[in-house]
């Protein structure tokens, strides 16, 4: 056993407590310069950021960027956040008139790790995005001189992907007669947002008038910094659930299908709807209706051209083309060319009248000009026409009515005997030039044609059914003596045969039609008499 002195043995713990001492002194000065270090790293990072964030918008824009607030928060990294950030148009598009901010945004944030201040480009995943509005200026506000050689830096952030909530669109017009076409975007995910490629959407839209939510995805981009309304938009979408309610005078539920592709400025729609209980307010009979369509929408005017529009009524088939006119502080026009091949009169009459059954049945041929006007009433009452028509094969639902045609026919032709109820139904047609204005029909030329006879009248139909009058000529092939059954009546008209023989036919004979669509009364206007004075040429 070896004896240490108690003076060396002391001597080996100070020694050790020494070391220990200093490594622990090392560590906490180590520990106060990486504190120090990161404290001076946060301090920094926030004008650093700042910087690169206009700095980066600056460049990719080519224009002016401002910020009211700008915050760094060190919580798991840095959490980065925004107030108030404005992109303005191109120095050229400024000097051109345009003062609004192309892009604002009321709030932006999103995360990044420390590392990320090292990187150049700095990476971000997801940036969150509220309160953006995107303001489109006129493509006359483009300056005509050549463009501004100006240098604003390098791109140095880069982001996957932006998250936008509480978003709107709107392409402004340098037309004084139009308002600028708004688009409201609930919720818009941008993906590979990049300088040089289209970015990939996928966004909500709400459409106001019929109210319901747009969703539509595909391609935007890539932004044209001199002319943002040059930029490339494409994509697909679905309307379901389209109140239609929400336009006054017009009912159902519809949902559309389509894609779209062009420019902010010229949008090239092809689509579908379908709206199984389509209704107007003048009869509320709810009738399928699907569309096929294909529109230009012009981002400069806001205005809507359709090219065509292939339509079909219950089993009716027609085309429409026209356009959707954009009239500044009043709404919009609708003027549209309606061709209606062959379809059945009593899907229109089943549509637009109250009167139940419909009052005939046949097949028509029709075109007519639609004009909308702007305005808050109905859509029944600022909807006019103005076209002509040919019914063929008409079949009157009432058998009453349908009876006194078949014996007016029959009474035309010189057969008077036979002309009894239940006759056979004769094959009749007809052509007419009307108006329609504020729910009344008004014929300037209506022309009914039978077997024996031709009817020519004019007058006015209203959809309401209280208002049906009509007077015109009936040009029959019998005289009138041969019209009657009796012989003695027969004999008594023949005197008067002279008077009623006109114009090559047997007789010309004045009629009014008055009542109401569901019960008409038929009689003569001799000297153009007081309705009341009405005689049935039957009895």
């Known amino acids: 056993m070896i004896d240490i002195p108690q003076e ?87 000097a051109a008139g345009a003062k609004d901010p192309l892009i604002s945004l009321g709030h932006f944030s999103f995360h990044v790790n420390l590392s990320g201040l090292f990187q150049k480009p700095m990476h971000v995943g997801t940036v969150h995005v509220t309160d953006m509005a995107i303001t489109i200026p006129p493509r006359e506000m483009r300056q005509q001189g050549p463009k501004s050689e100006k240098r604003f830096g390098k791109i140095k952030i880069v982001v996957d992907e932006i998250v936008c909530d509480g978003s709107k669109l709107m392409i402004e017009t340098a037309k004084p007669d139009k308002d600028p076409k708004e688009f409201e975007l609930s919720h818009i995910v941008m993906r590979n947002v990049g300088p040089n490629d289209p970015w990939q959407y996928d966004a909500t839209l709400v459409n106001a008038i019929p109210k319901g939510d ?170 006019g026409l103005k076209g002509g028509f040919t019914l063929r094969a008409i079949h009157f639902t009432n058998p009453e009515v349908q009876d006194k045609v078949d014996m007016l026919s029959l009474r035309a032709r010189g057969e008077a ?29 209506l022309n009914y044609t039978l077997p024996g006879a031709d009817v020519n009248l004019a007058g006015v139909y209203s959809l309401d059914g209280d208002e049906f009058d009509f007077t015109g000529k009936v040009r029959t092939k019998a005289a009138l003596s041969n019209m009657v059954a009796t012989w003695w009546k027969s004999w008594l008209l023949k005197p008067v045969d002279p008077f009623f023989k006109k114009n090559g036919a047997g007789a010309e004979i004045p009629v009014k039609i008055t009542g109401t669509k569901g019960a008409p009364k038929f009689g003569l206007d001799l000297h153009h008499k007081d309705k009341s004075n009405e005689a049935s040429p039957t009895e």
């Open 214 to 383: 747009i969703h539509a995805v595909g391609t935007f981009g890539p932004w044209v910094n001199e002319s943002p309304g040059d930029s490339t938009v494409t994509g697909k979408y679905t309307f379901e659930h389209a109140d239609l309610n929400t336009i006054k005078g017009i009912g159902g539920m519809l949902s559309s299908t389509g894609e779209f592709s062009g420019q902010l400025n010229r949008i090239v729609v092809d689509g579908t709807t379908d709206t199984p209980d389509f209704s107007l307010d003048t009869a509320n009979h709810k009738m399928p209706l699907h569309t096929k369509f294909h529109a230009i929408v012009d981002g400069t005017s806001g205005d809507t051209y359709l090219q065509p529009v292939d339509a079909k009524l219950r089993g009716s088939e027609f085309t429409c083309n026209g356009a959707i006119i954009n009239v500044k502080g009043k709404g919009h026009i609708i003027d549209l060319d309606v061709n209606v091949p062959n379809g059945r009169i009593q899907d229109f009459l089943e549509l637009a009248i109250k009167t139940q059954p419909v009052i005939m049945t046949g097949r028509l041929a029709m075109k007519t000009k639609l004009h909308i006007r702007p305005g808050g009433e109905s859509v029944t009452q600022r909807i």
């Open 8 to 94: 060396r043995a002391e001597r080996v713990p100070r020694r050790k407590r020494g070391v220990w001492g200093w490594i622990a002194i090392v560590l906490l000065f180590a520990v106060i310069v990486l504190f120090g270090t990161i404290e001076w790293m946060i301090h920094r990072a926030e004008p650093i950021l700042k910087g690169r964030v206009i700095e980066t918008l600056s460049t990719r824009f080519e224009s002016r960027v401002e910020m009211d607030n700008f915050h760094v928060s060190p919580l798991k990294g840095l959490e980065v956040s925004g107030d108030g950030l404005r992109i303005y148009p191109t120095d050229e598009v400024v």
């Open 417 to 445: 005997k036979e002309a009894k109820a239940g006759a056979e139904d004769v094959n009749s047609q007809m052509r007419g030039q009307f108006v329609m204005q504020s729910g009344r029909l008004s014929f300037s030329q």
